[in-house]
């Protein structure tokens, strides 16, 4: 009966498995499709392994060597090492003595293997129980710790109980699971043994038994970089393992998993990561035919990405154990040859990598963490019933006030904190002045508000309205209610001192458009409190974002209060039912503040991650032939929207991007911009009917035609960098 209802209980398809999703469309497909869907699909399973396993990010272990010995051939280092969740515990790092800097496996062992069992210091329980010992005389630095599921108990007091099991409970009732800690301590683990001095960094990988086996699995899923796994005597589906074989530990499943993905979907979920897996016939733990089965679905999902060729799976005549020649064969071949890209320093970049994931030209990027936070702010939305202009919503505006250092009311976009800003300057019938770089949206707002807009020429320095142009344009427009600079990549450009100085001359308002400047400043003053107005974009590819939102600063308290009732249909006063200006519905809802206080707390490290990836570029691109990057003019401090540079003549700006693109896979990020406002279509026709329109912008053409932007956001990887500057230095020479 028991039996049955576990069996109902864990019955049905988790809607990431492998084949519901994807087998299909897999076939059907070409491979480069068939690696793409695959690559979106682990993707989604990696999440749900990162939300579940809830290791702490980034989880740093601090390691204190014990002391070394040298015996029988082998140099044992013995360690102790600080976890977050887990506390204190031991490991030992194990390598040939006479060794040479070389590659190294993490070893993970069974829930019974004592750590000098692993190592070889006491005799094994089973002949294959000394995996490290074995790794180590094939040529490998290993290193092995210690779960910390026996010894802590008095035995006589255990009666019989399982500690495992006891201390599994016991992480749960902290909302942790004993798998999520032990494979948050492998991911340190890993980057110990990294850190060695006789370890070549960019050749680690991964061996797990049993346990030890779905550890290593978690931890490879969790990794950022690819790490090659063996794992042995872990295979199956759960709903075998848990109900017929009644085999399952649940410290070696993630709680909530079996909602989601089932084994073999996160072995699948592991490519183009080499993997071999071992089981076999003899295993009373497994079933040879539920081994099978699942390994089937892991062939399939490396098929459907490519990678066919870097899975092995070994049906072997053994019982719960390793063959430990096959996996030192593994590792001999993935990790000995062919040889690991070199580690470039920066001023030696290669002319071209291994091509693997293409680098995005832009990735948002909330983990874990970040992600629950905004589930649980939603969750209490929802609760409270306040679904809008709530307390998430007063919230963002507090916390943006750090960085724009002057007060604003959030709104539904960048676009509406425009259009309330020039109708409370009531510019209707008259003209603005908005540069002819710019986003299409500055100048439609103007349109919108029931203005002409009309265009200016930038500078170069900064990138920035130009002065004389604006002159200019002033006295060609003497109409002009407002003036809109943009900020362009983040740059507050000096220049904006005069053109402010202009302004104020002639009484003219001016509302910055610093859409791609939160965070950004010049001479010490936030964009967006140099103006009488700032607007600011949240949309997803700015610096900041709450999937959708904007942010209108004003320098007056008094226009704050009006924008918060032009923001809300006009009314006359907060929560009145009269009406007296032509509003609209420019509120940001609770759901949306909900996204956008997250990324505002954590802006802080995005705008010091930004400015150290730029300053990296700088570096790497110095000497790459063809290109200069701009150089942001003193003073100004970019937040880094862009990293441009500047294309020689004679680069075509198409074809390279192409190439990038095809050969590289490097994705540049888009231009600002690559069409002049005033050769806009809408924009076009109004100059083609005669109306007098300037179209004569010659720095704005030359800086639309020669400029690139580079891939930069908070997760790009060095690595990544690398690739772009290589791919850059191979088709511009
Ligand atoms: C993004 C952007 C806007 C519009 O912001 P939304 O939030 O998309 O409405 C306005 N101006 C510039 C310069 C922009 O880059």
Redesign the pocket.
Known sequence: MQTHRLAHLLSGTPPLSFPAQTSETAETADAAGGAVRHAAWSGQVRAVVERLARVPAPAPLTSVSLGTSVSDGLHREQLELDSPVRGRFRATLLRPADAAPGPAVLVLGGKNARLEQLTGQTPPDHADRNVAEHLARAGFTTLAFAYGLHGGFDPEALDGRDEGALLAHAFALRGHSLLGALAGDALGALDVLRAHPLVDADRVGLFGHSLGGAVALHTALLARRTVPLCVASHLGTYAALFTRLLTGFEGAALPGILEYADLPDLFGALAPAPLQLQYGTADRFLDADDARTAAGTVERAYAASGAEQRLEVLELPMGHGTEVSRAAAFFTRVLTAPAAPPEAAPDTVPDTLPVTAPVPAQRVSFDAEARRTVCERVDAALVSGVLTQGPQVARFEELSRAWTGTPGAAV???????EIALRILDVAGRTVLVPVN?????AA?AERAGARARFVDLELDGLGMAPDGLRAALDRYPDTAAVVP???GGIVSPALHEVLALCRDRGIPVLE?A??AFGSTLDGHPAGSLGQFG?????P??VATSA???LLTCADPDDLERVRLWRDHGRSAPGSTLHDRPGGNWRMSEVHAAVGTVDLERFGAILTARRALAARYDELLAGVPGQRPHVVPAGSESNFYKYLLYLDDGVDRASLKRRLRERHGVALAGE?YDHLLCDQPFFAASRAAGDGTEHDFPRARWFARHHIALPLYPSLTEGEQLRVAAALRSELR
């Open positions: 539904n976009s960048g676009t509406g904190a425009l710019t986003f299409f949206a500055t707002a943009v900020h362009i458009d859409a791609h607007a600011f974009s949240f949309f590819t700015k959708e939102g904007g600002v």
